[in-house]
Every structure is written in C-alpha cells, then in structure tokens.
C-alpha cells in the first residue's frame, strides 16, 4: 500500500514542469512542500489514506485529533452573559476535563431561570457581575455580554485576578483595545480571545502548508460570511416577559447613550452601533483572526468598505451587506498581498464560511475542519489551431503554456474531532494549568478586532483609513 501510494504521488509531481522559472527561494519552497506531502502521505499509507478514483484528487486524512489534557486541577469557571453565544461556549468549555461551572450572571432573568435548569440548582446566578468577580471561588470567567460590555468587564476581571475567556470582537471601539492590552499584562492572568477557528486543526494544517511552499508565494485572499434568514440576520427571538421588571435595562446602557426601555434593542444588539459592532465586528473578525494566525501577520496597513442595507430594513442601523478591501504591507513573516472580504446577508445561494489563500503556485481553501490545496500545471501547448493562427500572423510560438485542470489535494481532521471552539477552550485551560500561552491573547486579538472595527468607521466616514498594525495605531495622513 505504501509503495503504491509514493508512486501515486509521485506521478503527480513528476507532472510538474516550474523549476526553469522559479527562482532558488520558490524552488527550495516547492521542494520543502513537496518534500513533507510525500513524508506525510507515507505515514499515512498504513490506513488513513484514501485515493480518489480520479487522480486529480487525493483524499489525506492528515489532520490529526486532539485530546486534550489530563483532568488533574479542576477549574471553576463562571459564564456573564447567558445569551446564545454565552451558553454555546459553556456548554463547549465543560466538556474540557475537569471544568465546572460555578455561577451565571445575565440582565434578562429568564436567562438566569434557564442556566439553572440547563446545569442545576446549585448554580449561583446573578445580575451583577461584579459579584461574580468577587466570589474567591472562580478562577476563570467567560465574557458573552454585547460587545460594548467587553473591555470593562474585561479589565475588571483581570484586576480581580480571574482569568478570562472573551468573546469576539474583543473591544467595541478602536481605541478600547491598549487598555485591555494593559490590564492583561499587568495581571499576569491569561486572557483568550473567543475567535474559535484560530486553534482549528484546520487553521493549524492551513498554517503548515503556507510555510511549507505549496501555494507558492501569497499574494491575495479573499474571504466571505453568507446568511438568509431571519435568526442569521440576528432578528432574534424576544421573550414575552421581556419588562423593566424582568430585565436591568439601566445596566445595560449605563456606559452607553440613555434611552427609555426597548426590549427589541436588548435582545437585537447587534443591530444597533451602541451595544454591537455590525457584520464586520461580528463575523469579518473571525476571518482576520484565522489569516493572521495562517500568515502570521500583524494586519492590514489600509482599510476601505462599502455596502448597505438591502433587505432587513427593520430598523437596524447597520448594513446587511457589507464589502471590504484591505492592503497587507510587506512584513517579516510575509510578502505584500491584498485581502477582499464580504458579509451578505440576503444571500439566496446559500453560501457559507469561506476563506481561500492565493500564491504564485496554487490556492488553499480554508475552514476550521479542512484545507484544499489546488495547484496549477502547466505543460507545452498542442493546440495546432492556435499555432497555425499565430504562424499565419507571423508570430511563431516556442513553448506556449496552457492551464490545465489543477491538482488538488484535500486535507481532512479524523472522525470524532471536536472542533475549533472545543481545542481553543483546551488552550484557554491547559494554559491556565500550566502557567503558559495562548493563541489568541489580548494583542492578537486586537490586531484582529482593530481591521473589522475600521471596516465599521470607513463605511460611516466614505473613506480609506491608514492603520500601522505593528503599532497598533492610526496613521494620519
């Protein structure tokens, strides 16, 4: 079996004509990917590899499960913010061993009922949650609030000594995120930004193959976020009971603009720029955050959007389709390259999650569960047409090239993976256990946010915005 599967892949590469025009770093790059796909598909060969019929397609479950950790040191754990995202993450997080859940605390009682329900009686819960912050028997508390909640409640656990599992985006505005910075280094407490793709085996193996030279050297990606229907477009449901006397309203917007009670905008936040941070903030940063992590790049140095509101005209006040272009500069981890991003939530294709790489060699399509690798190859042309047409013209041909249909090569996590969301809590505990580092910590994580952020600001202000990402600063012009 072996055997038979080096010289399939072998065939394939054989195939290949590029060294004549590739220079020393591109063919050493390409020698280096080609290199560990023949290693990687050897050490599979014993029974993790499954060849398609066609030989255009090679199936290699490469992507290897994580385990987790042992379950010695129990960690307590407390959830503010008991909305949908809130209860995902808990519900994730205590299935790490040995993580238990301590108290709840949300402004909606209905949602302090159901925690109880969902995970016993015995679950403290509250409305405050400073006094989740004051119990000395919670170690590590995941922030699920509205995002305009996220950098108070942030530094304010830090500097209770808890550890802190954050939802994305990180800050609310461009200028909260070196305060958040601060506060987790002066704490020493480790602090995980809650965009779940980046400790993906995909993410991961999408990182590997980058480095390795199989798509050659990026210099463009693109990547989109579709929807069409009303929960996807955040019209969530609003509970029936939902009152001043079922709710803490004033808390809600005590750091933000007063206004009379609307039950709509507590439970749509999203859609509303005091409390959320619009499609940019709520899905393009997931995609910055995987890019970042894949390239290792600090983000972008320009940002322009566009877009509107097309469709949900429910009175939100953000757009429902939105377009973004970005400038990556040239850094030590990466050439220059330009991004495109869209978010459409009247997408009658029903499209989904996507981000795709593309170099000098090929392409990578990413998700969080698996990578594609496509790579072109070019080989003589035989189309007598076209060289009798150009003869005829008085323009012979030596050596034209054609494109024919690419190689691909699919990477897939093995059966039972748990997922991005399940490995980035593994991280956020095993580093809490052992004193050490996280994927996605405060300036990641910033660096992540501050793009999607200036995405929302050039779209109000119809202009370009200068970012200096390794600063973490705006540039003016």
Same mark, same amino acid.
């Given at each position: 079996m072996m055997a038979a599967v080096l010289k399939y892949v072998g065939k394939i590469f054989e195939s290949q004509n590029y060294n004549q025009s590739m220079s020393k770093k591109e063919q050493a790059s390409r020698?280096?990917?080609?290199?560990?796909? /023949?290693? +990687?598909?050897?050490?599979?060969?014993?029974?993790?590899?499954?060849?398609?019929?066609?030989?255009?397609n090679v199936w290699v479950q490469s992507i290897r499960s994580k385990n987790g950790f042992d379950a010695n040191d129990q960690i307590n754990i407390a959830l503010i913010g008991a909305g949908g995202m809130g209860v995902q993450d808990t519900i994730t997080a205590l299935q790490v061993p040995g993580i238990k859940l301590v108290a709840v605390c949300d402004l909606y009682d209905g949602r302090l009922k159901e925690a109880k329900e969902r995970w016993g009686s015995?679950?403290?819960?509250?409305? *405050?949650?400073?006094?989740?912050? +004051?119990?000395?028997?919670?170690?590590?508390?995941?922030?699920?609030t509205p995002d305009h909640w996220h950098q108070q409640i942030s530094i304010d656990s830090l500097k209770a000594g808890k550890h802190v599992y954050c939802e994305k985006p990180m800050v609310h505005s461009i200028g909260e995120g070196p305060a958040v910075i601060k506060a987790q280094q002066e704490s020493g407490k480790i602090f995980q930004v809650g965009s779940q793709g980046v400790s993906s085996l995909g993410n991961e193996k999408a990182k590997e193959l980058l480095k390795d030279g199989a798509i050659g050297e990026l210099n463009y990606a693109e990547g989109f976020w579709a929807r069409h229907s009303p929960l996807g477009a955040w019209q969530y449901p609003i509970p029936?009971? +939902?009152?001043?006397?079922?709710?803490?309203?004033?808390?809600?917007? *005590?750091?933000?603009?007063?206004?009379?009670?609307?039950?709509?905008?507590?439970?749509?936040?999203?859609?509303y720029?005091?409390?959320?941070?619009?499609? *940019?903030?709520?899905l393009f940063v997931h995609l910055f955050s995987s890019l970042h992590f894949i390239t290792d790049s600090f983000g972008p140095n320009k940002v322009y959007s566009s877009g509107g509101l097309r469709y949900w005209k429910d009175g939100r006040e953000v757009p429902d389709?939105?377009?973004?272009?970005?400038?990556?500069?040239?850094?030590?981890?990466?050439?220059a390259f330009n991004l495109s991003l869209r978010c459409n939530f009247v997408d009658g294709t029903s499209g989904t999650t996507f981000l795709k790489l593309?170099?000098?060699?090929?392409?990578?399509?990413?998700?969080?569960?698996?990578?594609t690798v496509k790579r072109n190859t070019e080989v003589t042309s035989d189309d007598p047409f076209f060289l009798e047409q150009m003869r005829k013209a008085g323009k012979e041909v030596g050596g034209r090239k054609r494109i024919l249909p690419p190689q691909e090569f699919k990477f897939s996590a093995e059966k039972g993976y748990k997922g991005g969301p399940y490995d980035h809590f593994v991280n956020f505990f095993?580093?809490?256990?052992?004193?050490?580092?996280?994927?996605?910590? /405060?300036?990641?994580?910033?660096? /992540?946010?501050?793009?999607?952020?200036?995405?929302n600001d050039s779209f109000r202000q119809d202009k370009a915005i200068i970012w200096n990402p390794e600063k973490m600063e705006l540039v003016k012009k």
């Open positions: 020698r280096g990917f080609l290199r560990n796909m /023949a290693a +990687a598909t050897a050490a599979l060969a014993v029974g993790n590899v499954a060849m398609a019929a066609e030989e255009k015995a679950i403290a819960t509250t409305r *405050s949650y400073k006094e989740i912050l +004051a119990r000395k028997d919670i170690d590590a508390v995941i922030i699920a029936d009971d +939902a009152s001043p006397a079922t709710l803490d309203w004033e808390a809600f917007i *005590s750091n933000t603009t007063k206004r009379p009670f609307d039950k709509t905008r507590f439970f749509r936040w999203r859609n720029t005091d409390y959320g941070t619009g499609m *940019s903030g709520d389709v939105l377009l973004g272009t970005f400038d990556y500069g040239v850094q030590k981890a990466h050439p593309v170099g000098s060699e090929g392409s990578m399509d990413i998700t969080w569960d698996d990578v095993e580093a809490i256990r052992k004193n050490g580092k996280v994927a996605e910590d /405060a300036v990641f994580g910033y660096r /992540a946010a501050a793009p999607a952020l200036l995405c």
